[in-house]
Nanobody, 114 residues
Framework: VQLVESGGGLVQPGGSLRLSCAAS????????MRWYRQAPGKERELVAR????????DYADSVKGRFIISRDNAKNTVYLQMNSLKPEDTAVYLC????????WGQGTQVTVSA
């Protein structure tokens, strides 16, 4: 089982990034997927959730209207489109498959700074 995040980097405030999480080793289409983030000294925060078919999505209030979660079950990949980025979005972003059992990726660093 493997989840590999990519697409992080350094971006200026107001910019955009698209994160990807590629899954392998399990039946991706059977799992709800989530994006979390963890900033230094802070607790891990649930950012967005998407159900198996993509029919339902949920967002943390802090990112609602700016971030979009989506998935492509044919490619075993979940995405997080991040727009209007703010310095407080700086964190390591991780994807998670399922709840119990669950699988986690290693994360990708997003830094929003001028």
């Amino acid at each position: 089982v493997q989840l590999v995040e990519s697409g992080g980097g350094l971006v200026q405030p107001g910019g955009s990034l698209r994160l990807s999480c590629a899954a392998s080793g399990f039946t991706f289409s059977s799992y709800n997927m989530r994006w979390y983030r963890q900033a230094p000294g802070k607790e891990r925060e649930l950012v967005a959730r998407i159900t198996t078919t993509g029919g339902t999505t949920d967002y943390a209030d802090s990112v609602k209207g700016r971030f979009i979660i989506s998935r492509d079950n044919a490619k075993n990949t979940v995405y997080l489109q991040m727009n209007s980025l703010k310095p407080e979005d700086t964190a390591v972003y991780l994807c998670r498959a399922g709840l119990s059992p669950d699988y986690w990726g290693q994360g990708t660093q997003v830094t929003v700074s001028a």
